[in-house]
């Protein structure tokens, strides 16, 4: 099926998630509203610019832009530029950002010199492309009308509605090729880049059907760790290692600190189950980094230079979200079928030799099948998952509606 330019518009649109992702507070303060900027006589066409940022994470729980790049739809670059936080900076996520404090110590471009920057870019007239393109926009501040989101086009066979394929992924099964070592930091250009190559080749080549994205097998040995990040300096290893209940066994490495403010570490356990279980005992509200992993601000205690007794804030978080975790264990126990004991005898007049031995047999169509009927099972109760949560939302929006009636109400009372 082919589509338009202003096809693609509507279906990001009438994404059943855009409401959720992209209902921006543009009344708020420091938020611009690009509907109100008229084009100029001369720009009355449509044209397209596609937008990335590399954001850190901030004391404050929130995120601060220290790289955006806009290309345009012949990819050439129009904007690449670092920014200067405008907060304390928690951890600058180096390994992802590919950027660190030393990095931004000669800038000068501010959080407003950015947000301008873009919006001199856009007219009423521009459609805006992005992969996930709420988070760019709701950490430069700006909320634009006419938007692609390449993550809301298509689906996916065998996964739940909710499931939101990586730019990687999802050039891997449009385009056909890979464009980033998920080892290695991230490339601004090439991620604002690559969401406007999905957008021309779905006006050449349309959608024929679900995608099929491969299952990214995660090692379970990163499911046995836990992350702490936001690490103050005057934090040390052993502090850390008090906060792990005593029946508990956990290895943490030597904390890193990256030229930064903040250090981070790996504690890592010797069981998923361990690890989540030392997750749940951590004293902290629970709450998720802007990934969707599951994550709490927990207090240390230190003594000062003083010797006096004091606590300070630390980050420790699941290294994936819970729903991928689910997803990953269906993956994981499926392949645990294709794994049996052979149990061998072999007689040989006098002698009788047991050979027992455990081997992964080379999968088969049936094995290919239970794979596919776990999975498929597994889909089933994210996808039970993902009704309940946008039932609680539902409702959490009908609490909030009857307490601004009673706010009105008890304000016109004399």
Not at 95 to 109: H, V, W
Not at 181 to 187: A, F, G, L, V
Not at 194 to 201: G, L, R, T
Not at 371 to 394: M, W
Request: charged fraction near 25%; include cysteine.
């Amino acid at each position: 099926m082919l589509f338009s330019l202003q096809a693609l518009v509507r279906a990001t649109y009438m994404h059943r998630r855009f409401k959720e992702y992209y209902m921006f507070p543009s009344s708020d303060e420091g938020w611009v509203l690009t509907d109100s900027k008229k084009a100029d006589d001369g720009d009355m066409n449509e044209r397209m610019i596609s937008l990335d940022c590399e954001m850190v994470d901030c004391d404050d729980n929130t995120k601060a832009i220290v790289r955006v790049c806009a290309v345009d739809a012949e990819y050439k670059v129009l904007l690449d530029m670092l920014v200067k936080p405008n907060r304390p900076v928690l951890d600058y996520l180096t390994s992802i950002t590919g950027i660190c404090e030393a990095d931004l110590q000669n800038t000068t471009c501010s959080f407003l010199d950015a947000q301008a920057a873009v919006l001199n870019l856009l007219t009423c007239n521009t459609i805006l492309v992005g992969h996930s393109l709420h988070n760019d926009l709701k950490a430069l501040k700006i909320d634009h009308a006419r938007l692609i989101d390449t993550s809301f086009l298509f689906q996916f066979r065998n996964k739940p509605e909710s499931f939101n394929a990586g730019l990687n992924s999802l050039c891997k099964a449009v385009l056909g090729y890979t464009f980033r070592d998920d080892t290695k930091p991230h490339d601004c250009i090439l991620d604002a880049t690559i969401p406007m190559k999905i957008v021309h080749h779905v006006l050449m080549h349309g959608i024929n059907g679900p995608l099929d994205i491969e299952s990214k097998m995660i090692d379970e040995g990163q499911l046995c760790k836990l992350y702490f990040h936001g690490i103050p300096k005057v934090v040390s290893v052993n502090d850390l290692q008090k906060l792990i209940p005593q029946n508990c066994s956990c290895s943490l490495n030597e904390i890193s600190w990256s030229g930064g403010k903040y250090g981070t570490t790996y504690g890592i356990f010797k069981s998923i189950d361990a690890a989540n279980w030392t997750f749940t005992k951590f004293k902290g509200v629970l709450g998720e980094d802007s990934y969707g992993r599951p994550q709490k601000t927990i207090m240390v205690a230190i003594k000062s230079s003083r010797g006096k007794a004091k606590k300070v804030p630390v980050r420790v978080r699941k290294m994936i979200s819970d729903d991928d975790a689910a997803r990953s264990k269906c993956v994981l126990k499926a392949e645990n079928t294709l794994t049996q004991t052979f149990e061998v005898n072999e007689n040989d007049d006098s002698m009788c030799t047991n050979i027992v031995s455990t081997k992964k047999r080379k999968m088969t169509e049936d094995d290919q099948a239970a794979v596919n009927d776990a999975l498929h099972s597994c889909c089933g109760h994210l996808q039970e998952i993902e009704s309940l949560k946008e039932q609680l939302q539902a409702k959490n929006e009908e609490v909030r509606e009857l307490q601004k009636i009673i706010l009105d109400l008890t304000r016109q009372r004399p």
